[in-house]
């Protein structure tokens, strides 16, 4: 018998940070993954906003199967279609809090539903800021049940020179959870050692320098050469 692609749900929702989505489905598509794509109402005005150069078809073209958020009879919507887990990026606090409660009021609430009583991993990216407590005990109710609860916080040790690279950095480390390697994460390696011969006191710069090298970003100021 012929082995069966990795199959995963990729939710986009209206929260900002479509950009995390995006890129999720084009690293996907080469990684030969199959995806499940279903996008809110919220989702596709949020994608007209924040990537007013990229149309919904083509959106649409990066995914191999496409649902409309209100098929709550797609195959996605049933535990027997089998699947990896689900992504939800981003995923808005509302959609947290469907989750949260099991009201299922759409497709991505459902199929994220389902992902939780079939026991399968579901991540959601959530990206709202500040938290009041509803947000938080949501966020506690989901993680109890079985989900991870991923806000896209960039990490800043790689020394990223653009957004892209923090989408990047992001993005690998959401699918190192589904155990797919896709050559984005710079993997921590433990602190640079600086020299032991110290021969005089160093300055302030002296000090910042040791821990910089060269074309990476000074942390107190732009880039160095």
Not at 157 to 185: C, K, N, Q, S, W
């Amino acid at each position: 018998m012929a082995q069966r692609r990795l199959r995963l749900i990729i939710g986009i929702t209206g929260a900002s940070g479509v950009a995390y989505g995006v890129r999720l489905l084009q690293v996907l598509r080469e990684a030969e993954v199959e995806t499940h794509l279903v996008i809110s109402r919220a989702g596709q005005m949020t994608l007209v906003q924040e990537e007013p150069q990229l149309k919904l078809a083509d959106l649409h073209a990066l995914a191999s199967r496409v649902y409309s958020d209100q098929d709550i009879g797609a195959a996605i919507s049933s535990g027997s279609f089998k699947t990896a887990g689900m992504i939800v990026a981003p995923c808005s606090v509302q959609t947290l809090s469907a989750i949260a409660t099991g009201v299922t009021t759409n497709l991505v609430s459902r199929a994220a539903d389902v992902i939780l009583k079939e026991r399968r991993k579901l991540v959601l990216m959530l990206r709202e800021t500040p938290l009041h407590l509803g947000h938080i005990r949501s966020m506690a109710a989901v993680t109890e049940m079985g989900a991870i609860v991923y806000p896209p916080v960039p990490a800043f040790y790689p020394r990223p020179a653009a957004v892209d690279e923090m989408v990047d950095h992001t993005i690998g480390r959401v699918l190192d959870l589904f155990d797919i390697e896709t050559g984005l994460v710079s993997r921590w390696q433990g602190m640079k050692e600086r020299s032991a011969a110290r021969p005089r006191e160093s300055t302030e710069d002296e000090d910042v320098a040791a821990f910089t090298q060269p074309g990476q970003r000074n942390p107190r100021g732009p880039r160095i050469s």
